[in-house]
């Protein structure tokens, strides 16, 4: 009998957290080593999900099903694809790096920082292995509430209260929409089959009007647009990402906004096709404008986290724009990109904290000249850097480079448009990165910084090290999701020769 | 199967020893000069026996390609392979002699410099670039090197990154030459969508074999050439090159001869039946190129810093270049000509760079009328070599240039309008006045009054904040001071020599070159009016400078000084530099970041804020008991799960 490893991710945090309760709670390295053991037993544990993945199937591999509440049709049905394989060992092998990073970071209300972190990581496995809707429901809510107390309790005091409640408005606000959606859905199969299910898979099979999709895509797609976040929902995220401590802003870069990207290719277009096929103008501009504005808006910035998260928004964008190509290259470009994103973007926040926890403070305008007290930081700093600009040979080039691929086959205009931005990256991210790290040490409070710690130098080898393999030999990662694309785009490209008619009806009745 | 190919065994050395020289230099040995320096150079110097060995070896033999598979997406299949043809062996050839001289002749130049190790990493990442860029057998691994050239310019341009403006200059390289890059992806994308292959010799023979659609070749030509128009510094993209020196001469001299403005042109010829293909696009190419050439040189009349008078007579001869394989394509002709210039200009641009090196270390400055009135002429091997090289850069017989110049000008001549032979001919006068006001100047200094009133430069020796910040971080280091006038060490000699040497022998090899490129040798009939006016503008523009520099009572102003708004005018450079900076400001800045901007916080937020301030209120009032959040939050979550049980109830 294969061992249940999903549920074993999802519920060994659980169990950490019991763990961690009953540990003293003045103890703080022991609440920190425990955390640590938690995690990396996670990451371990979730290896042979890599090793074990078959990947010349698109079927859902792991699976587990077992009924919850049968009288509603509610069931624990977890299993996973190549997209969620990916994003599943993303957030193992952040998770570990993260606690590292809180050595001296958190020093107050440790045991329930840990708590929060452990409740969080079972939250974000929950969510990429969830195939039943309720239980998708429940982990995407779970998941707010620590994130929330991230944010509002050990964030910056100036405006944390503000950034946490801006956060959880926002995203309730789309999930609430989300659930009314996901209710339809299931009433909707219910009279359609005469059977009452949330189960996932079944509901890809289920056909369903075009003006209901139409206004489900709108539904489910506002909740994760918001989580991506695409423009203009995007105002939560600078926010949050500023007032946020260190390893709250790296998760919420590179897991969260990975749920909204996700969710539009687990839920939304397999689900909705035809309204997908509907929909691509509108999102696709919307992921246009949010690559320009996002890159234009960082260039104003004079905070170093607020212009890592508008960055954030140009490089979602791309991942939008790669997902609603519905070509190959394209979608598995985006996919791609979500790792990239999370990888270098989530290097980049631990390189903010890490200058933040030496000067306490993030303005640009303090720094300048750090390659002298810090060489070995300027070194990561830059390599982080040129992998978020795109620089062939590293990670982001790939992603990069097969989204605008597919985005030129469906559009030439858009393709174009995107690659101003890849301009623009340059421009600011390099803009920063000589702000802070050349020049002369003109603030005497930088002369005597101390180097990064073996630590600290620990937390990003294996970062780097993923940096460049996925930009050395990406096929990989590519590998692992070559059948599900292939089964995702069949499956849209099924609906598209249906669109055309659907559409018609669709405009009949809505004169 | 990698060692039984020795071949496969060579090219994968040339790309994989400079590798780990970086990594292990970065990682390793940083602060260690010594062993930096013994790493890098072991590291370059097995290249240069292979370049030489494959040079002979493979010289006339058909075109050896290897290809492994990279990256596999559903319809793109990116090899990543070798391609060792003729015009490739000569640039690896070219390539790997003058990073290897460089490297040799920068132990001298960089001695005592606290980032020694960085330096030859940054050096080794260069030669990796630019070495896999020259036998890469497919144009998107051409376009990742490419790329990394970039990168490796930014390091060493801003290489004393405590200076704001190197730093700054670095990221103006980078950022102008990505501008083009983006055209030169496009182009890519364009080409792999519409024709389905990126492979260097399907792409060639498919454009001789007219299999590829027109439009198709004109649009991604035009595209690729985006890309040549940042790296080779063509209008208007031409502005970092000159900002460029801020980086250490040597870097320079690489920088300006065999890698990274040379990697535009070369992948014009790399893919020269691709572009040949289309007349549009090589019509469009001329016209730029030609534009450059006078820009440049005309700009290069007004400068005082040495190196921006070679960096400006860079940006002339790659536009000279471009235009001699535009007027080629046009005339049905051969990529030889521009190829050959391209050889040439390698040798005695960087001879150019390094002997100007060697005043720039021993004086402490960059201005050259300063350089002249100290006594530069006194360090006989370097003004030897600088004449040398000047005097083939003017195109004077019997030196490197003159030969490849009088290609150049033989192919424009070849085209049914005279003004590109005519414009061409100014060019090489401006060419030859230029470089000669610098050699006059140096060789018959006049008393540093008779400079005081060329407009730039910096009268007061002592006031030479700009010439020795240059690299004073050098000189500080190693108390390289003004009394101790040691003599030029033999490692900065050496390569002098080389290079001298080459630019003295190449002018002689053309028809071996020729052979080797084109399979055979065509025997040129001389064209004797060109040949007389070729050399009739070189020697006027010697002439000229003569008149207005060399002469005893000389005036020391310049003939342009008598068209005072034209003479601003260039040493303005054309305000090109205002007005990138003033579309930067005003559209990009001033409008574009700033409006929106405002648009996040203003209107974007605004309404969202109208609901989260009223939250935050009830968010305050939370706050004094901090540890109801959780409970808060609970609760939110029991009203949620109890809404959905309802909802279920009710569906029931």
Request: charged letters at 10%.
């Amino acid at each position: 009998m294969q061992l249940p490893i999903l549920s074993i991710l999802i519920f060994l945090p659980i169990v950490g957290i019991g763990i961690l309760l009953i540990l003293d709670r003045k103890h703080h390295k022991g609440l920190k080593y425990a955390t640590l053991a938690i995690s990396l037993v996670e990451f371990l544990v979730s290896l042979p999900l890599w090793f074990n993945f078959n990947s010349q199937t698109a079927a859902m591999q792991f699976v587990e099903h077992r009924e919850w509440l049968p009288t509603y049709g509610i069931s624990y049905y977890v299993g996973i694809d190549g997209f969620s394989l990916l994003l599943i060992m993303l957030t193992t092998f952040l998770t570990p790096l993260c606690v590292l990073a809180t050595w001296d970071d958190i020093q107050h209300r440790v045991k329930e920082f840990m708590v929060c972190l452990l409740a969080l990581m079972s939250g974000m496995i929950g969510v990429f292995v969830s195939l039943d809707l309720f239980l998708f429901y429940v982990f995407w809510e779970v998941m707010l509430i620590p994130m929330y107390l991230l944010i509002g309790v050990w964030g910056n005091p100036a405006r944390r209260v503000y950034a946490a409640i801006k956060f959880f408005l926002f995203t309730m606000f789309g999930s609430l929409l989300m659930l009314v959606a996901i209710l339809v859905l299931y009433f909707h199969y219910g009279k359609t089959t005469g059977t009452y299910t949330f189960d996932l898979l079944k509901m890809y099979g289920v056909s369903i009007p075009f003006n209901m999709q139409f206004w489900m895509f709108l539904a489910f797609g506002l909740a994760f647009a918001i989580k991506v976040p695409m423009f203009p929902f995007h105002t939560w995220l600078p926010d949050a990402h500023t007032e946020a401590p260190t390893v709250g802003s790296v998760i919420l870069a590179a897991v969260l906004l990975k749920m909204g990207t996700y969710g539009f290719l687990r839920f939304n277009m397999p689900m909705f096709p035809e309204a997908a096929h509907y929909f691509v103008p509108l999102f696709s501009i919307l992921a246009l404008i949010g690559i320009v504005y996002g890159a234009l808006v960082s260039m104003m910035q004079k905070d170093l986290k607020r212009l890592i998260a508008f960055s954030s928004v140009s490089h979602l964008g791309f991942v939008m724009l790669g997902l609603f190509t519905f070509t190959m290259p394209g979608v598995q470009g985006g996919i791609i990109q979500m790792i990239n994103h999370g990888l270098s973007t989530g290097a980049l926040f631990l390189i903010v904290g890490m200058i933040y926890e030496r000067r306490h403070t993030r303005m640009i305008s303090e720094f300048g000249g750090l390659c002298t007290p810090m060489p070995v930081f300027a070194i990561i700093f830059m390599i982080v850097t040129l992998s978020s600009i795109g620089l062939p040979g590293l990670n982001g080039f790939v992603g990069e480079f097969l989204i605008l691929l597919g985005t030129f086959q469906v559009n030439k205009l858009y393709a174009t448009i995107a690659a101003t931005g890849v301009i623009f990256a340059a421009c600011y991210m390099l803009w920063m990165f000589q702000r802070v790290v050349f020049g002369k040490v003109t603030n005497d409070k930088n002369k005597d910084l101390k180097d990064l710690s073996w630590r600290e130098i620990a937390i990003f080898a294996p970062l780097i090290l993923f940096i460049v393999w996925i930009g050395v030999y990406p096929s990989t990662f590519l590998d692992k999701t070559k059948a599900s694309t292939e089964n995702f785009l069949a499956m849209m490209a099924k609906a598209k020769s249906t669109q055309v008619s659907q559409s018609h009806v669709f405009k009949g009745e809505a004169q | 199967m990698v060692f039984s190919d020795p071949i496969l065994l060579g090219c994968l050395l040339t790309v994989f020893l400079p590798l780990s020289a970086f990594a292990l230099i970065m990682i390793f040995t940083r602060d260690n000069p010594k062993l930096s320096l013994a790493i890098s150079l072991v590291a370059a110097t097995i290249p240069l026996i292979i370049a030489w060995t494959f040079f002979f070896k493979l010289g006339g033999r058909a075109p050896i390609i290897y290809n492994f598979d990279w990256m596999v997406s559903d319809l793109v299949k990116v090899p990543f392979g070798f391609l060792l043809d003729p015009t490739s062996l000569v640039m690896f050839v070219i390539v790997a002699t003058i990073s290897w001289l460089v490297q040799v002749y920068s132990i001298g130049y960089m001695a005592g410099d606290p980032g020694f190790g960085r330096y030859y990493a940054d050096l080794s990442l260069f030669a990796l670039a630019m070495l896999t860029l020259v036998i890469s057998s497919g144009l998107l691994q051409l376009y990742i090197a490419w790329e990394l050239v970039g990168l490796a310019s930014y390091l060493l341009i801003g290489f004393w990154y405590e200076k704001f403006s190197a730093s700054e200059a670095g990221k103006k390289a980078f950022v102008v030459t990505r501008f083009g890059d983006i055209g030169f992806f496009m182009g890519l994308v364009f080409l792999v969508i519409f024709y389905g292959s990126l492979d260097i010799a399907t792409v060639n023979s498919a454009a001789v074999a007219n299999s590829m659609p027109p439009w198709l070749i004109t649009t991604s030509g035009l595209l690729i050439f985006c890309g040549v128009m940042g790296k080779s510094a063509q209008f208007p993209l031409h502005v970092w090159l000159p900002d460029a020196m801020e980086g250490p001469t040597p870097v320079s001299a690489l920088l300006h001869s065999a890698t990274m403005v040379a990697a535009g042109v070369f992948l014009m010829t790399r893919i020269f039946p691709f572009f040949a293909a289309s007349a549009t696009t090589m019509t469009v190419i001329l016209a730029i190129s030609t534009l450059t050439l006078i820009l440049s040189s005309t700009i290069a009349l007004a400068a005082t810093d040495i190196k921006q008078v070679w960096a400006y007579s860079t940006v002339s001869q790659l536009g000279f270049m471009a235009m001699g394989l535009a007027a080629a394509a046009l005339a049905s002709g051969t990529l030889f000509a521009g190829y050959y210039h391209l050889t040439t200009h390698a040798a005695f641009k960087a001879l150019l760079f390094l002997c100007s090196g060697v005043f720039i270390h021993h004086f402490g400055t960059n201005d050259f009328f300063t350089m002249a009135t100290q006594g530069g002429r006194k360090l006989v091997i370097p003004m030897a070599c600088i004449t040398i090289a000047a005097l083939a850069l003017a195109g004077i017989f019997p030196f490197a240039g003159f030969f490849s110049k009088e290609l150049i000008l033989t192919a424009l001549a070849h085209l049914d309008n005279k003004l590109w032979l005519v414009l061409g001919l100014f060019g090489a006068f401006l060419t030859a006045y230029y470089s000669f006001r610098v050699i006059f100047v140096m060789l018959f200094p006049k008393s540093p009054e008779a400079y005081s009133k060329v407009p730039g430069h910096i009268a007061h020796v002592e006031d030479e904040a700009h010439g020795h910040g240059a690299h004073g971080h050098a000189d500080d280091a190693h108390g390289h001071g003004h009394d101790e006038h040691h003599g030029v060490p033999w490692v900065m000699i050496f390569p002098l020599l080389v290079l001298a040497s080459f630019t003295l022998i190449l002018g002689f090899c053309q028809d071996y070159l020729e052979k080797l490129l084109l399979g055979a040798s065509h025997p040129h009939a001389m064209n004797y009016f060109l040949l007389v006016a070729a050399v009739g503008c070189a020697l006027s523009g010697i002439a000229l400078a003569w008149l207005d520099w060399g002469r005893k009572d000389a005036k020391c102003v310049g003939f342009i000084s008598r068209f005072p708004a034209l003479q601003t005018f260039f040493i303005q450079k054309w305000y090109m530099d205002h007005f990138w900076r003033w579309f930067l400001n005003r559209f990009i800045y001033g409008i574009f970041s700033k409006w929106f901007t405002y648009n996040d916080r203003r209107v974007v937020d605004g309404g969202v804020d109208a609901v989260a301030f009223s939250t935050v209120g009830s968010g305050r009032l939370l706050s004094f008991i901090q540890t109801a959040f959780l409970q808060y939050n609970l609760l939110f979550m029991v009203v949620v799960l109890a809404g959905v049980g309802i909802y279920l109830m009710m569906g029931r």
